[in-house]
């Protein structure tokens, strides 16, 4: 990691562990050590099959308080094996931030590497799932290095963030500013949240239309690009079923580009759910589209299995064709720790 | 498959518990994030700070399970809580717990008040999050100001002292009702007040 994640992670706690005498009153509580597993089989047209751990990871999260006010937390995913390789990893692999508190009322501010607070994803941690929503498409990257600010106004929640841009730091001056609000509703059994994101970012990574759901390690970046997007999302709890959206569109150095993504969760009980998912993007150099298909069942609260199904196609605008069906079988396993 | 690497992550896993001096257990705290304390905070006592207190269990495990009648998730090792401090004085605490409802989690919210003159009770509670069918009634004033002004004495229980959110909402209901003991006779028996 490099600075600011460095200097927002490092900096209290050393401030705090050199006992400096203004510094005095300060404890850590609320500390939580949550290990998990993820190993994943893969197989189906186009990739080669492999059975790979996916996340060897654990989940850190505590509080700094000054007295009985809570000034930081601090949540870090250090993660020690993936078989995600490229691009694909850095959009995963992980959360390392900071979250200050001015007090209640006052917005808070986020710094460290986190998810870019844009669209569906700001809102829908999908880390542990199979099936991603089009972030790869759409921004080209989900985890970022720098700052955020996030609060609320009455019943609109409000989120604005200045990263790099790049999924992790980068040297030039390129930036990515992104401002996020959303709003609940509730009509009858129905609960909606509906979010709106305007983001600017310049030389941001633009990957080749092709069929994989996320860019591994063979699949370069095409180039990189100023990029506009806005977009709508929707999280809708329609009964017992979660019905989620985004609308995106933009441009990329002046290109038109856009798309949208669909997805439908339904459980049959606690431990059993289904997933469907849509999406397609249509960038400068094609179109891609996919479908998607997930079956979770919980073994127990601290496991589970899912399979899931993703059938994907590309059309490259200079031609031709290609697609691919990736079948998938995860087992997780949370832990947790005592001492 | 990269055997030697696979099996290199995982024992870094291992190592890391390892050093720490830390045994893996079977046990997965079923802690549940409070979403909203900013929002929670402001509606239950007009603002504040807060910090947050996370409680093992521990030996007072066979204690609680007696006074709510059920044993605890073989997760809920650790419980957590939330003091909250107004003009310099603690004014309250607030709780969550993830209860397993009919279709997905039921996360609920519980303000304590410790009053002077007796013991804890509830100030208010909420559904923060749930995907239940008949969730308008579950989060109904009607069915929620129930709780309020009980304490870890109180019998909560659907069928006695609290009625069902919904005639078909029986589980949803129960899953509330014993979201709010359980924290409540936590909050007495691991002594949050002087936490």
Request: charged fraction near 25%; hydrophobic fraction near 40%; glycine fraction near 10%.
């Amino acid at each position: 990691m490099r600075t600011p994640t460095s200097v927002a992670l490092v900096v209290p706690v050393v401030l705090m562990l050199a006992g400096v005498p203004a510094l005095g009153d300060l404890s850590i509580t609320g500390l939580e050590v949550l290990p998990r597993l993820d190993i994943r089989a893969r197989g189906g047209s186009g990739p080669p099959e492999t059975l790979r751990l996916m996340q060897s990871e654990i989940n850190l999260r505590f509080s700094i308080n000054k007295d009985d006010e809570e000034l930081v937390s601090f949540a870090l995913s250090p993660n020690f094996e993936t078989g995600m390789q490229g691009r694909a990893r850095q959009m995963h692999f992980s959360n390392y931030y900071s979250v200050w508190n001015f007090g209640v009322d006052k917005p808070k501010l986020k710094a460290g590497q986190f998810v870019v607070p844009f669209g569906a994803m700001a809102d829908y941690d999908t880390h542990p799932l199979i099936l991603q929503p089009p972030y790869a498409r759409t921004l080209g990257l989900r985890l970022d290095r720098g700052v955020a600010v996030e609060g609320f106004r009455g019943d609109l929640d409000w989120a604005f963030s200045l990263t790099s841009g790049d999924g992790r730091g980068r040297a030039d001056s390129s930036y990515a500013a992104n401002l996020r609000v959303a709003r609940d509703f509730e009509v009858g059994d129905d609960a909606y949240r509906v979010g709106l994101s305007l983001l600017h970012g310049e030389q941001m990574p633009v990957f080749a239309t092709q069929p994989a759901p996320l860019p591994m390690a063979k699949m370069g970046l095409l180039g990189r690009a100023d990029k506009d997007r806005l977009a709508l999302d929707l999280d809708w709890l329609r009964g017992i079923d979660n019905i989620r959206a985004e609308l995106t569109f933009g441009w990329d150095d002046g290109d038109f580009v856009h798309g949208q993504w669909l997805s439908w969760n339904h459980p049959f009980s606690y431990e059993t759910e289904l997933t469907l998912q849509a999406d397609r993007w249509q960038a400068r150099d094609g179109v891609s589209f996919g479908l998607g298909a997930s079956l979770h069942h919980r073994l127990d609260d601290l496991s589970g299995i899912r399979v899931a199904y993703e059938p994907r196609w590309a059309r490259p605008d200079w031609g031709g064709s290609n697609s691919a069906g990736l079948v998938t079988v995860q087992w997780y396993r949370n832990f947790a720790l005592e001492w | 498959m990269k055997t030697g690497k696979q099996l290199t992550g995982i024992l870094a896993l291992l190592g890391v518990v390892a050093l720490g001096g830390l045994a893996i257990t079977d046990a997965f705290a079923a802690l549940c994030v409070w979403r909203n304390p900013d929002a929670d905070i402001k509606e239950y006592f007009g603002g504040g700070s807060y910090r947050t207190v996370l409680v093992k269990v521990g030996s007072k495990r066979a204690a609680i399970e007696k006074k709510i009648g059920v044993k605890l998730d073989a997760d809920e090792t650790e419980l957590k809580f939330w003091p909250v401090i107004r003009g310099g004085k603690r004014v309250g605490t607030v709780a969550s717990h993830l209860g397993k409802g009919d279709y997905g989690a039921v996360e609920v919210v519980i303000a304590i008040v410790d009053p002077a003159d007796g013991p804890a009770k509830i100030k208010g509670v909420k559904i923060q999050r749930d995907r239940e069918r008949y969730r308008s009634a579950l989060r109904s004033a009607k069915f929620l100001d129930q709780f309020k002004g009980k304490t870890a004495k109180s019998v909560l229980e659907v069928g006695k002292d609290i009625k069902l959110a919904h005639p078909k909402a029986v589980r949803a209901s129960k899953i509330v009702a014993l979201s709010v003991k359980k924290m409540l006779v936590g909050y007495e028996q691991l002594g949050i007040a002087r936490r």
